[in-house]
């Protein structure tokens, strides 16, 4: 199939696809007579799981990692885990940081006025000035 096709299919933009080829993270398909890239259930199956690894967050070493291990079929699963793991701690560590940077927002939103910019708590805050109640 075409590069728009394997593209419509997978939900992985045909430029993205290309840019996966140059990074050695896609294997470039095979080519028609006519010189088009022929891409084949294995490069479709690829790019699904890149696309679906990519939706989870995980950065692209991470991914050519795990490309990697997926070829392994009899290696344990370990090195997988503990990509996920690491993974998932990163994910925590950036949930615990949103979860301070809402309440902050929250916080300046809260002690505004909603007056005259010159008064406003959260251009304020914004440039490090504390209010006048100490906040």
Do not use: W
Request: with cysteine; proline share 3%; net charge neutral.
């Amino acid at each position: 199939m075409k590069i728009g096709e394997v593209a419509r299919k997978t939900g992985v933009k045909a430029e993205t696809i290309r840019f996966y080829e140059r990074e050695g993270i896609l294997n470039a398909p095979p080519r028609t007579r006519s010189n088009y890239r022929d891409y084949g259930p294995a490069e479709a199956a690829t790019l699904v799981f890149i696309r679906r690894a990519r939706d989870l967050g995980f950065s692209m070493p991470d991914i050519r990692e795990l490309l990697e291990l997926s070829n392994e079929d009899d290696r344990s699963c370990a090195a997988v885990d503990s990509l996920a793991r690491a993974h998932l701690d990163q994910v925590k560590r950036k949930i615990a940081a949103l979860q301070l940077m809402r309440d902050e927002l929250s916080r300046m939103i809260a002690s505004c006025e909603q007056d005259r910019v010159s008064d406003c708590r959260i251009i304020d805050a914004l440039v490090g000035q504390t209010t006048q109640d100490g906040t």
